[in-house]
């Protein structure tokens, strides 16, 4: 399966990463900062957490108010590995904490 990883911001200001097909995002996932004592922790997280644990349903593109320029690879390849249950790569960020719903990007 190919993937158009794209990062939006929608109209209600929510940041979001998903699958671009056609002109809707397909499975989409929130991103939300969490402020830890190392610092901030971006989590990425199902869109409908915590009543859905899954990626999955879709966002039309008249919702969207921004769509970033780039989506930082990092991001595309934990959104994939959050997708497919599939660990892409061996080291960079460590998202062992976060319970099967996607992880963190640590910005210290």
């Known amino acids: 399966m190919s993937y158009d990883i794209r990062l939006v911001k929608l109209v209600s200001g929510e940041m979001v990463v998903g699958n671009y097909v056609g002109s809707d995002?397909?499975?989409?996932?929130?991103?939300?900062?969490?402020?830890?004592?190392?610092?901030t922790q971006m989590v990425l997280l199902p869109y409908?957490?915590?009543?859905?644990?899954?990626m999955q349903g879709k966002i039309a593109q008249?919702?969207?108010?921004?769509?970033?320029?780039?989506?930082?690879?990092?991001?595309k390849t934990k959104y994939i590995e959050a997708k497919t249950n599939i660990s892409l790569s061996s080291g960079g960020l460590d998202l062992s904490g976060m319970s099967g719903a996607g992880g963190g990007l640590d910005l210290g």
């Open 62 to 75: 008249s919702h969207v108010l921004f769509e970033y320029k780039n989506c930082p690879e990092e991001l």
């Open 48 to 54: 409908g957490y915590p009543f859905d644990q899954e």
């Open 25 to 39: 995002i397909e499975d989409p996932a929130i991103l939300q900062a969490m402020p830890t004592q190392q610092g």
